[in-house]
T-cell receptor
Framework: GAGVSQSPSNKVTEKGKDVELRCDPI?????LYWYRQSLGQGLEFLIY????????KSGLPSDRFSAERTGGSVSTLTIQRTQQEDSAVYLC?????FGAGGTFGSGTRLTVV | GEDVEQSLFLSVREGDSSVINCTYT??????LYWYKQEPGAGLQLLTY?????DMKQDQRLTVLLNKKDKHLSLRIADTQTGDSAIYFC???????????FGPGTRLSVLP
């Protein structure tokens, strides 16, 4: 597609439930990033993929968070047993590779109630 | 450690120039970026600069890089109300592959 697509755009879930967030990067972009933006906070790095592998998972805040990428394309970020502090906007970006500026999606706004 | 700093707020009058400043910590960063975020939207890449450049100009945008002081600035000429947004400075540290963002500067353009 023309841009990075994220779905759903909004998600409200009950505390303790699992959620899956999806990112469709720009076709041909080998690098994919997940960030989290909490209200009043900056952008927190979560994970980076190069192709299907994730050389840098250092930003995942706990073992409740996991992410995968298949076929060098679509990525899903899964949060298990959601907590209220997980409420944030989750942003995905893709790029052609190291150094290329990332193109961001519009994000998924997650609200845990 | 890595830490990108920006002032949090800036107000200017329509038609004036805006200058948004950023300091970064990794002197070996190869690329430095400016992103714009409008309300409810994702981040839009405005411009970037290679570390071997001092200045880059793109229409109303001018980026200045002072490597010695690890200081990056974004100047917006003839600022318009549509420029009201949050502006993020970002680097890719030489030891990593992910973007490290500053806290963002909220630019308000007054009529």
């Amino acid at each position: 597609g023309a841009g990075v697509s994220q779905s759903p755009s909004n998600k409200v879930t009950e505390k303790g439930k699992d959620v899956e967030l999806r990112c469709d990067p720009i076709s041909g972009h080998t690098a994919l990033y997940w960030y989290r933006q909490s209200l009043g906070q900056g952008l927190e790095f979560l994970i980076y993929f190069q192709g299907n592998s994730a050389p840098d998972k250092s930003g995942l805040p706990s073992d409740r968070f996991s992410a995968e990428r298949t076929g060098g394309s679509v990525s899903t970020l899964t949060i298990q047993r959601t907590q209220q502090e997980d409420s944030a906007v989750y942003l995905c970006a893709s790029s052609l590779g190291f150094g290329a500026g990332g193109t961001f999606g519009s994000g998924t706004r997650l609200t845990v109630v | 450690g890595e830490d990108v700093e920006q002032s949090l707020f800036l107000s200017v009058r329509e038609g004036d120039s805006s200058v948004i400043n950023c300091t970064y910590t990794d002197s070996s960063s190869t690329y430095l970026y400016w992103y714009k975020q409008e309300p409810g939207a994702g981040l839009q890449l405005l411009t970037y600069i290679f570390s071997n450049m001092d200045m880059k100009q793109d229409q109303r945008l001018t980026v200045l890089l002072n490597k010695k002081d690890k200081h990056l600035s974004l100047r917006i000429a003839d600022t318009q109300t549509g420029d009201s947004a949050i502006y993020f400075c970002a680097e890719i540290p030489n030891y990593g592959q992910n973007f490290v963002f500053g806290p963002g500067t909220r630019l308000s353009v007054l009529p």
